[in-house]
């Protein structure tokens, strides 16, 4: 996915530019020229009409993402009712079938929608798509056992597996505060999870299974950061789900249960809602970027807690809730102490690239596919 920035609420006022002239311009003019100054005041709702559509554009992103967190939730709501009855493979490859022909036909009614297909980098798309599929399965295998709300925290660490794998992998230097906080929000999962262990072992295996689930999640976007360069949908859509009807087509031809109407409409709707909610993520990050839209990621848990609630008439227990509350505090600090550690940097570069006082130096807003969190992972991450 393409990086997309968002203009500052500096550049949508002063968006008239020439057209629209400043309104500290139009009183003084007015007062010297008479009708130029009354045609100048004429101007003065121009930047008004400007800022509110930057206002527009500023709610217009957050409500897109929230839309597109409702539609991943209510796929993996989805996912998780058709487990009972029907495989892994059944459900994931009738996902992706149904993705991938949506994909086609979009490009054929919209000649090539959505960019190229091709890479210059297809080792990395092959790492990126079989980490999404090592997704894809360990959440569809862990709500078999697990309320959605409890797969949704675990996977509320993903973040920090990707700080501990950038590091690792991409050398990118992550400050101290910050690997406390990942330590804190680990400690949050424990507290929630560990009462449940106890007696007769709780369903453990479907907390290893949602562990490996967002570790896949956490390769997935680590590898994102290096195919920045590489933007449009089409790849992010077509390699994953090539590689999941390859993978994950055999398995359900073996084990395929002939669904009757109802289910076949759910199986078939999972593919439509997963690239519905593909659509509304990248075009929130079309209208705002990472750092305005990252806080209403957290409303992907009380949504998992309704629909545990509407659904199964499972409410969510006092260690989920403390457990929860621990990890969205770990997740907002850590992501300040990111932030803090970055600014300081773009400081000190700022003073060596002689910035003049008063004027701040900021980077480009960040490009490639890491720019939308679940993007087309489709059910491999709540």
């Known amino acids: ?81 058709l487990s009972g009855g029907y495989g892994l493979g059944q459900v994931v490859a009738t996902r992706y079938a149904v993705l991938l022909a949506l994909l086609l036909l979009a490009r054929l009614a919209f000649g090539g929608a959505g960019g190229s297909v091709g890479t210059s980098r297809p080792g990395l798309h092959l790492l990126r798509a079989a980490s999404m599929m090592v ?35 991409l050398r990118e230097v992550v400050p101290r505060a910050a690997w406390f906080w990942c330590a804190v929000g680990f400690g949050g999962v424990v507290l929630a999870v560990l009462p449940k262990l106890g007696g007769d072992g709780g369903p453990v295996f479907g907390y290893l299974a949602v562990l490996a689930g967002t ?16 933007p449009g949908v089409a790849r992010i859509l077509f390699w994953p789900s090539l590689l999941g009807l390859l993978l994950y087509g055999p398995l359900a031809l073996w ?12 199986l078939m709707a999972n593919g439509l809602v997963a690239g519905a909610a593909v659509v509304a993520t990248a075009a929130a990050f079309r209208h705002a970027d990472a750092a305005r839209l990252g806080p209403f990621g957290f409303a992907a848990l009380p949504v998992s807690v309704l ?76």
């Not at 709500?143 to 409890?150: G, K, M, S, T, V």
């Not at 084990?255 to 759910?266: Q, T």
């Open 1 to 81: 996915m393409r990086g997309f920035g968002i203009e500052s609420p500096q550049q949508g006022h002063e968006g008239g530019g020439e057209a629209g002239g400043s309104c500290g311009g139009c009183v003084p003019e007015a007062g010297r020229e008479g009708k130029r100054g009354a045609s100048a005041l004429t101007r003065r709702p121009r930047p008004a009409t400007t800022t509110r559509r930057f206002g527009r554009k500023r709610v217009k992103g957050p409500v897109l993402l929230l839309a597109g967190i409702v539609l991943f939730s209510l796929l993996d709501a989805n996912s998780k009712l």
């Open 135 to 169: 997704s894809a399965a360990g959440f569809f295998l862990a709500f078999r056992q697990l309320p959605l709300a409890e797969g949704y925290l675990v996977f509320f660490t993903a973040p920090f597996m990707t700080l501990a794998l950038s590091a690792a992998v």
């Open 215 to 230: 570790l896949g999640f956490a390769v997935t976007q680590t590898v994102n950061r290096s195919l920045r360069g590489e």
């Open 255 to 266: 084990y395929w249960v002939p669904p009757p109407a109802p289910d076949l409409a759910m």
């Open 307 to 382: 629909l545990d609630l509407a659904i199964w008439g499972h409410p969510p227990d006092p260690a989920m809730l403390a457990g929860g509350a621990v990890v969205v505090l770990a997740c907002v600090m850590s992501e300040r102490a990111a932030r803090l550690a970055k600014g300081q940097g773009v400081k000190a570069q700022g003073k060596v690239q002689g910035i003049p006082a008063g004027k701040a130096w900021a980077p480009s807003a960040p490009s490639g596919s890491g720019a939308v969190e679940r993007t087309a992972a489709s059910g491999s991450g709540p």
